[in-house]
C-alpha cells in the first residue's frame, strides 16, 4: 500500500472497513484482488462495517479527473458485493441510484486524449 494512503488512513482515524474500501479503489493502475473484495464482502454483513463500507463507496463514486479509477474501481466493487455481499447492499444501492444515474456522462481523457470514463 502506498506510504501516502497509509498516512492519510492514520490521519483520518479511518476503519478497517474504510481503509480495505479505499485500497480497494485506489488509484493504481490494477484492478482490487478477489480476495480483498471478498473481505470486504463479508464485512457488509455487519451493520456498522456495512455503512461505513457503502458511505466510503458513494464518496469515491464522487471523485473525478485524475481520480477516475476511483469511479471505475467503485463500480466495480459494488457490482461484486451486490453479487456477494448483505442483502442490504442491494437496498443501498436503490437508496443511492440517483447518484448511479449522474455516470452516464462521466467522462475523463486521459494525457493521451483518450476518454477513460467512457467505460
Known amino acids: 500500500m502506498a506510504f501516502r494512503r497509509q498516512v492519510k488512513n492514520f490521519v483520518k482515524n ?3 472497513a474504510e481503509i480495505k474500501v479505499r485500497e480497494a479503489t485506489s488509484n ?3 484492478g ?3 480476495s480483498l473484495m471478498l473481505d470486504i464482502s463479508d464485512l457488509t ?5 456495512l455503512s461505513e463500507i457503502m458511505n466510503m463507496l458513494w464518496h469515491r463514486l464522487n471523485d473525478h479527473g485524475k481520480n ?8 466495480t466493487l459494488m457490482d ?16 443511492g441510484f440517483c447518484n ?3 455516470l452516464k456522462d462521466f467522462q475523463h481523457i ?9 467505460g
Open 14 to 16: 479511518y476503519s478497517d
Open 28 to 30: 493504481d493502475p490494477w
Open 32 to 34: 482490487p484482488s478477489s
Open 45 to 49: 454483513f455487519n451493520t456498522i462495517s
Open 68 to 75: 477516475w479509477r476511483h469511479v471505475y474501481k467503485s463500480l
Open 80 to 95: 461484486y458485493l451486490i453479487k456477494n455481499g448483505s442483502k442490504k447492499v442491494v437496498q443501498h444501492c436503490r437508496e
Open 100 to 102: 448511479l444515474q449522474t
Open 110 to 118: 486521459d494525457e493521451a486524449g483518450k476518454d477513460q470514463g467512457n
